[in-house]
């Protein structure tokens, strides 16, 4: 069974940190890139970064671009966003995606999402 489970989402005062995690089961991690996107109300999802299955291509929407971070852990099939200097426009229900790179399987994967709120 497929799971990707994400925690970490919360609420923050503008300015603040958090750092989202996504850990994955179920499925040859190895095989896949990851990804966060995020949703707002009333908008579209969109891509936030992405990282390839062996970490060495890593790419951030603009508006997130020098203040987030993506990266994975191999050992723990786990990964994160470090999410600083955050705005009330970042505020949205973050997902986690898989999408497969190599060998085969199902295409891609979705968790849950976990909400993050920037407000003061």
Same mark, same amino acid.
């Given at each position: 069974?497929?799971? $990707? %489970?994400?925690?970490? &989402? &919360? #609420?923050?005062?503008? &300015?603040?940190? #958090?750092? #989202? ?20 109300? @009333?908008?579209?999802?969109? #891509? ?7 970490? @060495? ?6 508006? %997130? ?15 994160? $966003?470090?999410?600083?200097? $955050? ?23 979705? @968790?849950? @999402?976990?909400?993050?709120? %920037?407000?003061?």
């Amino acid at each position: 069974q497929v799971q $990707l %489970v994400e925690s970490g &989402g &919360g #609420l923050v005062q503008p &300015g603040g940190s #958090l750092r #989202l995690s996504c850990a994955a089961s179920g499925f040859t991690w190895s095989n896949y890139a990851m990804a966060w996107y995020r949703q707002a109300p @009333g908008k579209e999802r969109e #891509l936030v970064a992405s990282i390839t299955s062996d970490g @060495g291509i890593r790419n951030y929407a603009d508006s %997130v671009k020098g203040r987030f971070a993506i990266s994975r852990d191999d050992a723990k099939n786990t990964v994160y $966003l470090q999410m600083n200097s $955050l705005k009330p426009e970042d505020t949205a229900v973050y997902f986690c995606h898989a999408r497969r790179q190599y060998g085969v399987g199902a295409s891609n994967y979705w @968790g849950q @999402g976990t909400q993050v709120t %920037v407000s003061s």
